[in-house]
């Protein structure tokens, strides 16, 4: 039997080349069409009821299932008007790059190769980025739910006696971590996932800005080791998810310092701020943290997935990671070497070439082109705050730090909540703009994150203008547009 190379090179060259050039093409005119098309019932039954396929099928006919089926109905979040969460509208350099290391489909869990250069040459790039030292540590993984769960498992491996645990678990002991009530869900699932328990992570009051409160910080870390508990790290967020805010990371540093905790940034998309003059100083501190978790597939535009975790000292990742295996060893000569590997350095394994299309995108734009990628997204974000705040019928509910907006439509006498959470829903199914739905102070909001590099104040225009017609449709009512 042969191997799985094509019998005709020449007609899969030609496929190929079509393949490309549709795609460019579309992420070329992403912005002529809706947002997001809900899928037919139809379309989603061919994928539920298809039957392994024991045969060959023609590699044509799978695209053109692809370009009918798939590509109409994705995400969206390569359009301009996708505002809903924090995904990055990616590059044509970065789709690029993704179809090189897939042809090269190289493993990066370790062995000497040149991609295994590439990452540690793009872990050094991000440490500089970030303020941290050269010889910090790092590991490009999924996204920031893996890098958060690794820096949760480096800080507990780092407390006395923390090699013991990793022999023989917690025995007894009663770590506890704390974070903001805003902090990410994946904050407290790392907790989980680490044996610690969601318990262990103490969620600390924030202020009226949805900053953490260090006043109340201080009071439970007190109270915890009075009680015989052992807190052993403080979780600062660069970028809330809901609101955008950021914790007072320069304070949170030195209580960390005087308390002898371990300080981790969850920075996922707010990191990158540190890139736009406009924005950086916000960030002040976050460079004195021991670990890192941000995703360049964010704010930095780099294709899905690609997050990552820095470390600060040297050596903390391989203590709580790295295994001696006698079919893994680690040679001084041959494949075999190059040792540490990035497989000491977190779970994985077998891991991807993510850090070619971070390369590609890191070099083809710059990070002063990204800084002011940054900006302009902060910039039109502002623009939508002073626009709701222009509007009678509608209302800011949160300062805007960054990038993120969140207000909804004022309709007195009515069920506020149910219309802005059903507001949404129509503007998704419109086709015109897609915001999410959140909570804050108790109440349903529109949640606008303004992410994607293609993302204008016309976009903003058009997106009020059809949530308000929406509203009036709903309410019966035509609503004041502008303030006299």
Not at 208 to 228: H, I, K, S
Request: proline residues 4%; glycine residues 10%; negative net charge.
């Amino acid at each position: 039997m042969a191997g799985l190379d094509p019998e005709n090179w020449d007609a899969l060259r030609a496929l190929g080349h079509r393949m490309l050039d549709e795609m460019l093409d579309n992420v070329q005119n992403v912005a002529s069409g809706p947002v997001w098309l809900p899928m037919p019932a139809a379309v989603r039954q061919e994928f539920r009821q298809a039957e392994l396929p024991t045969q060959e099928t023609p590699l044509t006919a799978l695209y053109e299932q692809f370009a009918q089926s798939v590509v109409p109905y994705a995400t969206g979040n390569r359009h301009p008007r996708f505002m809903g969460w924090v995904h990055g509208g990616g590059t044509a350099q970065g789709m690029l790059a993704e179809m090189l290391a897939a042809g090269l489909n190289a493993n990066l869990g370790g062995r000497d190769h040149a991609p295994i250069e590439v990452e540690r040459m793009v872990i050094r790039w991000a440490a500089t980025m970030l303020g941290f030292p050269e010889t910090a540590t790092g590991v490009l993984v999924t996204g920031s739910s893996m890098a958060n769960f690794i820096a949760v498992i480096t800080a507990s491996r780092a407390v006395e006696g923390g090699l013991d645990i990793r022999s023989h678990g917690l025995a007894g002991r009663r770590l506890v971590g704390y974070a903001a009530q805003t902090a990410h869900g994946c904050i407290a699932r790392a907790f989980d996932m680490a044996g610690l328990g969601t318990q262990a992570l103490r969620l600390v009051p924030v202020d009226a800005d949805f900053r953490m409160d260090l006043a109340v910080l201080r009071q439970m870390v007190a109270a915890d080791r009075a009680a015989g508990l052992e807190p052993f790290m403080v979780v600062g967020t660069a970028g809330t998810v809901d609101t955008g805010s950021i914790d007072p990371l320069a304070a949170l540093a030195d209580f960390a310092e005087a308390e002898n905790l371990w300080f981790h940034v969850d920075g996922a998309f707010g990191a990158m701020a540190r890139l736009s003059p406009d924005h950086a100083s916000a960030l002040a501190g976050m460079e004195r943290a021991n670990s890192i978790a941000f995703d360049f597939h964010k704010w930095a535009q780099t294709p899905y997935d690609a997050g990552c975790v820095l470390v600060r000292e040297e050596g903390r990742q391989a203590a709580a990671f790295a295994q001696s295996l006698a079919y893994l060893s680690r040679e001084d000569r041959g494949l075999a070497a190059g040792a540490p590997w990035f497989c000491d350095l977190g779970p994985d394994l077998s891991r991807g070439f993510r850090a070619l299309k971070v390369w590609f995108t890191l070099a083809s734009f710059g990070t002063e082109r990204l800084g002011q990628m940054v900006s302009h997204c902060c910039a039109v974000a502002r623009y939508l705050a002073a626009r709701v705040q222009a509007s009678p019928s509608l209302e800011l509910l949160a300062p805007v730090t960054l990038n993120i907006v969140c207000f909804r439509v004022r309709a007195p006498g009515t069920d506020e909540d149910v219309l802005n959470g059903d507001l949404v829903k129509d503007l998704h199914e419109s086709g015109v703009a897609a915001p999410s739905a959140t909570i804050v102070h108790g109440k349903r909001a529109i949640r606008a994150a303004i992410v994607n590099h293609r993302t204008m104040e016309g976009d903003v225009d058009l997106m009020l203008e059809t949530l308000l017609d929406l509203a009036d449709k709903r309410l019966g009512t035509k609503l004041e547009r502008e303030a006299a």
